[in-house]
């Protein structure tokens, strides 16, 4: 389990914690509160990917635009994927992972969006520390006696 770090915010005065691990991952990809959160939820929710409206229940019934809004910014940062799926093979994946709505309809498609393995998030973050480690090599010379 990730140790706590408290964080104080000046938001109508309420006291808001974040994990070490939050607060690492926000910092890291440069992600709100509200898309380290969606990030989170789509990691957990389901392996075989989540559709935007079954996201949004689980976010407290957020607004679908604002769903959208988020994992565009993740699918952009690379932090997620995003797969076409036909509406049959949505059925299919709903009966069986029993986790989302099926559709009454065959006909269409839509996109699900899965979390990156592991691994390969592990990846992108030491890509990036590489990259910070990297500009403040550059930037904090030591000084010649």
């Avoid at 000046?10 to 910092?27: G, T």
């Avoid at 957990?44 to 910014?73: F, P, T, W």
Wanted: hydrophobic letters at 35%; aromatic letters at 8%.
């Amino acid at each position: 389990m990730a140790a706590q770090t408290q964080v104080d915010l000046e938001v109508e005065k309420v006291k808001v914690e974040f994990s070490e691990a939050d607060l690492v991952i926000r910092a890291l990809f440069g992600l709100t509160k509200k898309q380290a959160e969606c990030f989170k939820k789509i990691y957990n929710i389901s392996k075989a990917g989540v559709c935007i409206s079954y996201l949004g229940e689980h976010m407290g019934d957020v607004d679908r635009s604002v769903v959208q809004k988020q994992v565009k910014v993740l699918f952009d940062k690379g932090l997620i994927n995003r797969k076409q799926v036909t509406l049959a093979e949505f059925r299919e994946i709903c009966e069986r992972d029993k986790n989302q709505h099926s559709s009454s309809t065959d006909r269409g498609y839509l996109y699900l969006y899965e979390p990156l393995s592991k691994s390969e998030l592990i990846k992108k973050a030491n890509a990036k520390m590489d990259s910070w480690r990297s500009l403040l090599d550059s930037t904090f010379k030591p000084e010649a006696m």
